[in-house]
């Protein structure tokens, strides 16, 4: 009989947290979403991107923020549910029949060490490689884009080149209907001190093909070659344009060379797909890489790439160590929660788990800035030291862990 009720107690624990944890995940996430609204819709815009496309760019931002978010929600969760069994007498009932605080604390480590394996999972491994996701889909978007036709009034950014085409509303409608751009503008670098502007009155692009080549077909095309490199100070401008206001000294004036212009009824030119979009494979930047690639390279640990990347891997064991860490503070606030402290306890606790988040960062950037065991030892360390201070103070505590405190209605 006792058996059974212990399991049911521990059943409808679980229950009542991963309701909550749920909650309080959805709530925390619908903020961070919102806050980085403009941040994905400026890349949206900028890419064309569809309503397909967008909803899958939150979905990829949403984990960004999971291992924190997480911690957190497990705290309140345990929180809120300690404290009702607490005051419902659920509690008193259950140490009266002879469980201790040990098996109430075995139940919130049970809940940790699953948060800690969800974050660790999701911010390692998942979460690298939702930004890799993130950047196919507005490559691929972009990509869209530029086959159908470039959107009026907007500047796409190329490698050595910049597009761009008036806003007209007829050029929307046929570019729309035939995929074609009206009235194409490019700036294109050539070299250094010389550029080149082409302006065409259609352009068209067909491709890839299978060895991934595009094909670029513009009509009315017209090319004009400018130079702005200067001719040396030390030249003189010739004895003739001497006057007698004018130093012998004085450098030449630049002069108005004639460029040719070139000119084409159509043009077709062949080029690949990394001369029109380039996209640097996964792994180029450090935010891609999951847990099990940082641990598997080698690197100067000098070097500012390896430092980022001995980071990223501390802070994702740090978080995950909150995790553990957040149903402790949960039970410890729960026993120094009464009528003076009720509305303090909960926000002092999240304020006691923010803190600990910004100690460990500045922790593994002053004491292990690029030392990989140096990233795992110092968050553990950190968090054993507290674990057993929490632990401690439950222990101590747990008779107001049991005794109701708040007045009942």
Not at 34 to 52: G, M, Q, S
Not at 53 to 63: E, G, H, M, Q, Y
Not at 126 to 141: E, M
Not at 291 to 313: C, M, N, W, Y
Request: aromatic share 8%; with cysteine.
């Amino acid at each position: 009989m006792y058996g059974a009720f212990t399991h049911l107690y521990a059943r409808g624990f679980f229950a009542s947290v991963m309701l909550q944890v749920l909650a309080v995940m959805g709530l925390v996430e619908a903020i961070f979403l919102a806050e980085r609204f403009p941040i994905v819709f400026r890349d949206v815009i900028k890419n064309d991107a569809d309503l397909l496309d967008t909803s899958l760019i939150f979905a990829c931002t949403s984990t960004q923020i999971f291992d924190l978010a997480l911690a957190i929600s497990v705290l309140m969760a345990v929180y809120w549910t300690t404290l009702r069994m607490r005051e419902n007498r659920e509690l008193l009932v259950l140490f009266t029949a002879g469980t201790g605080p040990y098996r109430l604390i075995a139940l919130t480590l049970a809940i940790a060490l699953a948060a800690q394996i969800g974050s660790l999972m999701v911010s390692s491994v998942i979460d690298p490689a939702s930004r890799y996701v993130q950047r196919v889909i507005l490559f691929d978007a972009e990509f869209r884009a530029l086959r159908g036709g470039i959107s009026t009034g907007q500047f796409y950014y190329l490698p050595n080149r910049v597009a761009f085409a008036p806003a007209q509303s007829a050029a929307g409608r046929d570019r729309a209907s035939s995929g074609q751009t009206k009235n194409l503008f490019v700036y294109e670098e050539v070299e250094p001190g010389t550029f080149r502007v082409i302006t065409a009155d259609r352009a068209h692009l067909d491709g890839p093909d299978s060895s991934g080549n595009l094909l670029l077909k513009l009509g009315g095309f017209t090319a004009r070659k400018f130079s702005d490199i200067q001719p040396p100070a030390s030249t003189a401008l010739p004895p003739a344009q001497v006057d007698a206001t004018t130093c012998a000294d004085c450098p030449k004036q630049p002069e108005s060379v004639s460029r040719p212009v070139l000119r084409a009824s159509n043009v077709a030119k062949t080029m690949t797909i990394e001369e029109l979009l380039p996209f640097p494979p996964r792994g180029s930047e450090a935010a891609e890489m999951t847990i099990f690639d940082l641990l598997g390279t080698k690197a100067d640990p000098t070097s500012a790439r390896r430092q980022e990347e001995v980071h990223l891997l501390g802070g994702w064991l740090a978080r995950s160590f909150l995790c553990l860490l957040a149903p402790l503070i949960a039970l410890a606030s729960v026993c120094l929660t009464s009528r003076a402290t009720n509305y303090l306890a909960l926000p002092l606790a999240c304020m006691a788990l923010m803190s600990l988040n910004v100690t460990s960062e500045w922790l593994l950037r002053t004491i292990a800035p690029s030392d990989p065991l140096g990233a795992v030892t110092v968050p553990a360390a950190l968090t054993a030291v507290f674990t057993a201070l929490l632990l401690a103070l439950i222990v101590r505590k747990q008779g107001e862990l049991v005794r109701p405190q708040l007045a009942r209605s």
